[in-house]
């Protein structure tokens, strides 16, 4: 069964790179959740999408983080003037009900930023 | 803003013992929700519970969530070398709050 997929799993960036970071939920999921986990630390909140509206982004850490989902399926996680901070893992996370109810993880891009 | 912190950070048991962790919020949840993460993997729902008292059993799990819903625990009895990774309890509705995890060592 295809459960949330995102790509790259691995993503090395030079400081001052754009990346672009994609997240495939699962068919028919409302909510789509993203997240940053730093090492040996629990997942934070990032932006939160009902559908094609970001109902939520009061976790992005600054302007340089852009998140999108225009046709309320695939979403996008952009980072602009990537900085070493940055380096972390992004997971996405999907439910079929509005909020965060029974989330389902993809396995994150790891974010390398040189 | 919102806290969720987790006790304790780090547990190791021996195969066959017991394991608890606690979860505790600094606000009042609508819903308390737990997740296993093995290591180098992502996070797994395990369960959900709503209700103030709520208390729910998977197999070896027992999840309770407080009366004043600002608190919850896992217990694991008899642990086996399965169980290893870290739990994490989360919570909200539109933002969603993750505690700061407990990692578990299950030692043979």
């Known amino acids: 069964g295809a459960g949330v997929s995102q790509s790259p799993r691995y993503k090395v960036a030079k400081r001052g790179q754009d990346v672009a970071l994609r997240c495939d939920p699962i068919s028919g999921h409302v909510s789509l959740f993203w997240y940053q986990q730093a090492l040996g630390q629990g997942p934070e909140f990032l932006t939160y999408f009902q559908n094609e509206a970001q109902l939520d982004k009061s976790g992005l850490p600054s302007d340089r983080f852009f998140a999108e989902r225009p046709e309320g399926s695939v979403s996008t996680l952009k980072i602009q003037r990537t900085q070493q901070e940055d380096s972390a893992v992004y997971l996405c996370a999907s439910s079929l009900a509005p909020g965060g109810y029974e989330q389902y993880f993809g396995p994150g891009t790891r974010l390398t930023v040189t | 803003g919102q806290q969720v912190m987790q006790i304790p950070q780090y547990q190791h048991v021996q195969e066959g013992e017991d394991f608890t962790t606690y979860c505790n919020s600094s606000t009042t949840l609508s819903n308390i929700q737990w997740y296993k993460q093995r290591p180098g993997g992502h996070p797994v729902f395990l369960i959900q519970?709503?209700?103030?008292?709520e208390v729910k059993k998977q197999k070896r799990l027992t999840f309770q969530f407080g009366e004043a819903k600002k608190n919850s625990s896992l217990h694991i009895t008899a642990t086996q070398t399965t169980d290893v990774g870290t739990y994490f309890c989360a919570g909200g509705g539109n933002q969603f709050y993750f505690g700061t995890g407990t990692s578990l060592t299950v030692i043979p």
């Open positions: 519970l709503v209700k103030s008292g």
